[in-house]
């Protein structure tokens, strides 16, 4: 469950990815949050995710700065 202190974080970045779900900076918002949460599984989820639509959409893959966010969250 969402703490109440990541609740405003959360909902901006998901209100930023309606308008725009390109946009790579909400969705690592999203990821850092759930990172902060500890929710480590949230935070690979959303990132694999957003991973496939970018493929999907654009034939690309997402920054380096948005990989090295769940680097050491794969690694353990």
Do not use: C, F
């Not at 989820?45 to 496939?52: A, D, L, V």
Request: positive net charge.
């Amino acid at each position: 469950m969402t703490g109440s202190r990541y609740l405003p974080a959360l909902q901006a970045a998901w209100a930023a990815i309606a308008v725009d779900p390109l946009r790579e900076t909400a969705h690592r918002i999203v990821i850092e949050t759930h990172i902060a949460e500890g929710n480590v599984a949230s935070a690979l989820k959303r990132y694999q995710e957003y991973r496939r639509y970018l493929y999907r959409e654009l034939k690309a893959a997402p920054s380096a700065q948005m990989t090295e966010l769940v680097r050491d969250l794969t690694t353990a």
